[in-house]
């Protein structure tokens, strides 16, 4: 099983996505400022596992206070929340996180709950986020299994997998459940550039499961789907709008557009956590701009011109017209996704 991030007594301890797949080390936060550095420089990236992460340096802020009491702590914990959510404005799961530590908090002070009975609840709130995470995506799974061909290629854009969660995976998490239950799923893994988390973390994460796999350059998937190797798409997604729309990692939107042009059926996998009603379409999701240097070079070597203008959108929005369904741990939502989010919603 692949450890993505992890409480432990010494601090948080993350897998270094961004020296995968050649090596494989570890790096331990012991201050919130550090899980926030870790977040931004994408050590830890996928929106899951971005949230909870947030939700353990927030369990770790209170766990390194100098303050003495649950009063005296309060103005600090706005300045933890504060800088955890400045890290990455796209994956909503990080604003929900952070906003149920909140909730919580508030009703800790409510209740007068001294500050060693706070530090406690944030760990056991942010461990109780770790397992649900992982249990959402074992059910994403079972749902999503369903829908994958019993023999076939599924293309994947991105890392939506156990290095994205808190283990198991969204998108990967559909694919893992197809394999568990007989299904001969060849998986394509879009190197998904700037970043590579196709060619680095995708293909790294499978191969470790005994799953087939084949990457590919982002500019191959058309003429992939045209010689008829690709029978279904299924990727994660950061924010899905009270329409449908989905933002995932850049270029997602391209492959929905060809999988509808080949009439190969383009699913999106993700938690509860990552539907956000509260933004009704995804004009309204704020995108990402990463530094051009990501574009500019690869491992430390520049690859374009001096001065070259750079464009870095780390996420696009996919139109809800192209999403076949969405699976969620509670079930598969189809269009109109208004009216089915309405109905499967918790507070519905
Ligand atoms: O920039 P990243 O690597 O954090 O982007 C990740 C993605 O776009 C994933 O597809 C998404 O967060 C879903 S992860 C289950």
């Known amino acids: 099983m692949i450890l993505t991030l992890e409480w432990t007594n ?24 550090q899980v926030a550095e870790i977040i931004v420089t994408m050590v830890v990236r996928g929106a899951p596992a971005i949230g909870v992460s947030a939700a353990m340096g927030v369990a770790l802020g209170a766990k390194e206070t100098k303050a ?10 706005v300045q933890i929340c504060a800088l955890l959510a400045g890290t990455r404005p796209t994956a ?34 942010s461990l109780a986020m770790y397992d649900e995470d992982i ?54 893994a879009d190197e998904t550039r700037p970043f590579l988390q196709g060619a680095r973390l995708t293909a790294w994460e499978l191969m470790a499961d ?35 729309d989905v933002a995932n990692k850049i270029g997602t939107y391209g492959v929905a557009v060809l999988a509808r042009e080949h009439g190969i059926p383009f699913y999106v996998a993700a938690p509860w956590s990552t539907i956000d009603r509260a933004t009704l379409t995804g004009d309204g999701i704020p995108i990402e701009e990463r530094a051009a240097v990501e574009v500019t ?13 750079i464009c870095n959108p780390a996420f696009d929005v996919t139109p809800a017209k192209y999403v076949t ?24």
């Not at 993350?14 to 494989?24: G, N, W, Y």
């Not at 590919?216 to 009270?242: E, H, K, P, T, Y």
């Open 297 to 309: 070079h690869h491992g430390g070597k520049q690859l374009t011109p001096h001065g070259v203008g």
């Open 210 to 244: 005994g799953i087939d796999t084949t990457v590919l350059c982002d500019n191959m998937a058309a003429s992939l789907m045209r010689a008829g190797r690709i029978q279904a798409v299924v990727v994660g997604a950061d924010r899905i709008a009270a329409n449908g």
């Open 10 to 33: 010494e601090g948080v301890r993350f897998i270094d996505q961004t020296k995968l797949p050649l090596e494989e080390t570890y790096v331990l936060a012991t201050s919130y400022q």
């Open 135 to 188: 249990a959402a995506c074992k059910a994403m799974g079972a749902y999503g299994a369903e829908l994958m061909p019993d023999e076939g290629g599924v293309l994947t854009h991105c890392n939506a997998g156990a290095l994205a969660t808190c283990g198991y995976g969204t998108a990967l998490g559909v694919i893992r459940g197809a394999v568990e239950r007989g299904k001969k799923v060849h998986v394509f």
């Open 92 to 125: 909503v799961n990080l604003f929900w996180a952070i906003d149920r530590m909140k909730v919580l908090f508030a009703r800790l002070q409510a209740e007068g709950a001294d500050l060693a009975t706070v530090k406690k609840a944030f760990v056991d709130e």
């Open 68 to 77: 003495a009491t649950t009063e005296e702590f309060a103005p600090e914990f």
């Open 325 to 348: 369904a969405i699976i969620t741990e509670k079930g598969v939502l189809r269009a109109p996704y208004e009216q089915s989010l309405e109905a499967m919603s918790p507070t519905a």
